[in-house]
């Protein structure tokens, strides 16, 4: 186990150096300390989480029944995919409000390529994602080239797209979507078998990683996560894990015999993909940590070297590339592609998502899964709220205090942050 070194004065005024064992008293310590200066990460989400779990099952049992906790899944997925994405452009500072409608706009190309054309599945979705690609390559050169602020340029983008939308469902066209893959991204389930053994990769999958890490952080002679506090992270991914997949393999279906509805929804291995690999990107490799240098101080990274326009297309065509995936869950999800596809609250719900789960609306702090966490608070809100019979306006208006408190948190952090000289 590797230890912390201390330097204690000795007796004779002498500096001696000591060495600690890391522990979990002392890494609550080390936490509560980051808390206190301004650094919460996604603790106000997971409390979000759990009081607003607790009081709708309180308020409506049915809540956390399994068919509705399924719902949670399929309802959530669009919104939380295209936040993934956003979550790289607000990592620099900049916003994109396109987002929706270009989601949009690549559901319509799926649309028409799968259902008019009669392409393969597997072409249309990389067609859509292309067209994410190059939505994002776009914005992201008009943003970082021509000096445009990313709001106008955006908002430019918001209207266009939907613009564009328009043209291609010929001003109001539905085109239906009946080939069964792509229908099954957003309605279908897993077997359980998969179900428990994706439970078993991820949990085997995360375990991996916290023990490589310390191994690797304790060779370099730096401090480490104890084993205790390794266990108690990965047994409470399991335990989560393991119940949320005991209870979506419980049967949904009123008439079994006529159909069965139970397994872990396809939507869920999708985004959790998501979630690994962006995570990875940006905590594991240079470009990652490019992203949050620019984000922290644009004009400091050009001069220590990187690329900063290089870096601000990236951003922008990874979340354009990410809307592209929303926009198909969504597809699949209604069955079919129309002018409101992308559109509504969906962009709203998706910056929400992000800034909910803790990215930082200045730049240069977040992490995919906070779009995660974010997603599923959106997700409950509109859910349990749906179940108590609120109105929409009544939803909007909570979600829109949810998101202004986040926001004022995410403020008075840094604040907080800035007087304790860790920014």
Same mark, same amino acid.
């Given at each position: 186990m590797s230890r912390i070194l201390t330097s204690e004065p000795a007796e004779d005024g002498a500096i001696v150096t000591a060495t600690r064992r890391p522990s979990v008293g002392n890494s609550a310590r080390a936490y509560l300390e980051r808390v206190r200066g301004g650094d919460m990460g996604a603790l106000p989400a997971v409390l979000g989480l759990v009081v607003?779990?607790?009081?709708?099952?309180?308020?409506?049992?049915v809540f956390l029944t399994p068919v509705n906790f399924a719902n949670l899944f399929q309802q959530g997925g669009q919104v939380t995919v295209i936040a993934m994405g956003l979550v790289f452009v607000l990592l620099i500072g900049e916003i994109d409000l396109s987002a929706g409608f270009a989601s949009g706009l690549c559901a319509a190309v799926l649309a028409v390529s799968l259902t008019n054309m009669g392409l393969p599945w597997y072409v249309c979705v990389l067609a859509a994602i292309l067209t994410g690609v190059v939505i994002g390559l776009v914005l992201g050169v008009l943003v970082a080239k021509l000096g445009i602020p990313s709001f106008i340029v955006t908002l430019a983008g918001f209207l266009a797209f939907?613009?564009?939308?328009?043209?291609?469902?010929?001003?109001?066209?539905?085109?239906?979507?009946?080939?069964?893959?792509?229908?099954?991204?957003?309605?279908?389930?897993?077997?359980?078998?998969?179900?428990?053994?994706?439970?078993?990769?991820?949990?085997?999958?995360y375990a991996a990683v916290q023990v490589v890490r310390s191994v690797k952080r304790g060779r370099r002679g730096l401090v480490a996560d104890p084993v205790s506090?390794?266990?108690?992270?990965?047994?409470?991914?399991?335990?989560?894990?393991?119940?949320?997949?005991?209870?979506?393999?419980?049967?949904?279906?009123?008439?079994?015999?006529?159909?069965?509805?139970?397994?872990?929804?396809?939507?869920?291995?999708?985004?959790?993909?998501?979630?690994?690999?962006?995570?990875?990107?940006?905590?594991?490799?240079?470009? &990652? #940590?490019? %992203?949050? *240098? !620019?984000? +922290?101080? $644009?004009?400091?990274?050009?001069?220590a070297g990187i690329n900063v326009d290089r870096i601000k297309?990236?951003?922008?065509?990874?979340?354009?590339?990410?809307?592209?995936?929303?926009?198909?869950?969504?597809?699949?999800?209604?069955?079919?592609?129309?002018?409101?596809?992308?559109?509504?609250?969906?962009?709203?719900?998706?910056?929400?998502?992000?800034?909910?789960?803790?990215?930082?609306?200045?730049?240069?702090? &977040? #992490?995919? %899964?906070? *779009? !995660?966490? +974010?997603? $599923?608070?959106?997700?409950?809100?509109?859910?349990?709220?749906?179940?108590l019979g609120f109105a929409s306006s009544e939803k909007f208006m909570v979600t829109g205090s949810v998101l202004l408190l986040a926001a004022g948190v995410d403020a008075l952090a840094r604040r907080r942050a800035a007087a304790a000289g860790l920014r």
């Open positions: 607003l779990c607790t009081v709708f099952t309180v308020l409506k049992p939907q613009g564009v939308l328009l043209a291609i469902l010929e001003e109001g066209t539905n085109i239906s979507i009946r080939d069964e893959t792509i229908l099954a991204i957003a309605n279908k389930n897993l077997p359980a078998a998969l179900g428990w053994g994706l439970w078993l990769v991820g949990v085997g999958g506090l390794i266990a108690a992270r990965v047994g409470t991914l399991a335990v989560l894990g393991g119940v949320a997949v005991f209870v979506l393999n419980m049967e949904r279906s009123r008439n079994p015999a006529v159909a069965s509805l139970s397994g872990v929804p396809i939507v869920v291995p999708i985004v959790l993909a998501l979630l690994v690999i962006w995570t990875f990107v940006l905590s594991r490799t240079r470009f &990652g #940590r490019h %992203l949050y *240098a !620019v984000g +922290g101080n $644009a004009e400091a990274s050009r001069r297309v990236s951003a922008f065509v990874i979340c354009s590339a990410v809307a592209a995936v929303g926009g198909i869950i969504a597809a699949s999800r209604g069955a079919s592609v129309d002018p409101n596809t992308g559109g509504s609250q969906v962009l709203l719900y998706a910056v929400g998502a992000a800034v909910i789960g803790g990215t930082s609306l200045f730049g240069g702090k &977040g #992490r995919v %899964l906070d *779009a !995660v966490l +974010g997603g $599923a608070v959106i997700a409950v809100i509109d859910n349990g709220m749906g179940l």
